[in-house]
């Protein structure tokens, strides 16, 4: 089946930077984009970005602009996500999840995001 | 970028009663391209609504989505206990972003 699993829990320190990666398996890896979204505690559902699994085109979100580097690999299918100049308020837990494009009968398209990884929380802490 | 706000942040509705939840974009959704997601605690994400106002596969028609530009609506008609969770928008239309979220509790 369709699956994302993610790397462990992260403790860092202010300013250190953290690598998640999200490994794919059930489907082919480069024939969809990854998204990362984010969830602080106590707050909301936040997009942090994408990258087209295919040509490594990545697109973020500007509020992490400068600070985000999305990559992949499709020799293991697995997603990465970078994200350096820690602060505490990025203590979160970070999801991958598989972008499809569903064409329904009745014309045009749009984005489910489907599956979601079991999440990473990164805790920034000095 | 375009933000969503949705409101209120929380509803308090009885089980067997309607709801209705708000979200504003900051600038009008080419398409309707807006999305509505359950989430509940230590589950993913499921998507509800598409393109404004379509149910995606599985979601039962006392779901019903509206609106239009920048002002949108989820409706919850006779809410069963399973239906208690929190609700974000999502707009695809110009790069993508969530709502901050409506909790909906049990009155």
């Known amino acids: 089946q369709v699956q994302l699993v993610q790397s462990g829990a992260e403790v860092k320190k202010p300013g250190a930077s953290v690598k998640v990666s999200c490994k794919a398996s059930?489907?082919?890896?480069?024939?969809?984009?990854m998204h990362w979204v984010r969830q602080a505690p106590g707050h909301g559902l936040e997009w942090v970005g994408r990258?087209?699994?295919?040509?490594?085109?990545?697109e973020y979100a500007e509020s992490f602009q400068g600070r985000v580097t999305m990559t992949g690999d499709t020799s293991i299918s697995t997603a990465y996500l970078e994200l350096s100049g820690l602060r505490p308020d990025d203590t979160a837990v970070y999801y991958c999840?598989?972008?499809?494009?569903?064409?329904?009968?009745?014309?045009?398209?749009?984005?489910?995001?489907?599956?979601w990884g079991q999440g990473t929380l990164v805790t920034v802490s000095s | 970028e375009i933000v969503l706000t949705q409101s209120p942040g929380t509803l308090s509705v009885s089980p067997g009663e309607r709801a209705t939840l708000s979200c504003r974009a900051s600038?009008?959704?080419?398409?309707?391209?807006l999305a509505w997601y359950q989430h509940k605690p230590g589950q993913a994400p499921r998507l509800l609504i598409y393109?404004?106002?379509s149910r995606a596969t599985a979601t039962p028609d006392r779901f019903s989505g509206s609106g239009s530009g920048t002002d949108f609506t989820l409706s919850i008609s006779r809410l069963e206990p399973e239906d208690f969770a929190v609700y974000y928008c999502?707009?695809?239309?110009?790069?993508?972003?969530f709502g901050q979220g409506t909790k909906l509790e049990i009155k």
């Open positions: 990258i087209k699994a295919d040509s490594g085109d990545a």
């Open positions: 059930g489907y082919p890896f480069s024939g969809y984009s």
């Open positions: 999502q707009q695809y239309g110009s790069s993508y972003s």
């Open positions: 393109g404004a106002s």
């Open positions: 999840v598989r972008e499809v494009v569903v064409f329904p009968a009745a014309g045009g398209s749009y984005p489910w995001f489907y599956p």
């Open positions: 600038q009008s959704l080419s398409g309707n391209s």
